[in-house]
């Protein structure tokens, strides 16, 4: 049995280390996570590779009822590779 693995709520969650199917209930649970934090602004790495996953966590990102905007990341910081999410604030 996998044990759970314990990620810091910093406003960075890198999907590198994750399996694309663990992706879709992650993504939620950490930009909650964050909220509960005061934290609104969020980096998603999903990495450039074929786009799967950018596809992937865009997609829930635009199901969120608690993102307000997002958008690829500054050239100079990861462009495509990552993601840059604007949460509502309370």
């Not at 314990?6 to 992706?23: C, K």
């Not at 608690?66 to 509502?88: C, K, M």
Request: charged fraction near 20%; glycine fraction near 8%; charge should be neutral.
């Amino acid at each position: 049995m996998d044990e759970p693995i314990e990620l810091p709520i910093n406003g960075v969650l890198d999907l590198h280390t994750f399996s694309p199917r663990e992706v879709k209930e992650l993504v939620p649970d950490y930009l909650e996570a964050c909220l509960a934090r005061g934290i609104f602004q969020v980096r998603i790495i999903h990495g450039k590779g074929i786009g799967a996953l950018r596809r992937t966590v865009h997609a829930i990102l635009s199901k969120h009822p608690n993102v307000v905007s997002f958008e690829l990341d500054h050239p100079q910081y990861g462009g495509w590779g990552a993601t840059i999410v604007h949460l509502r604030k309370p």
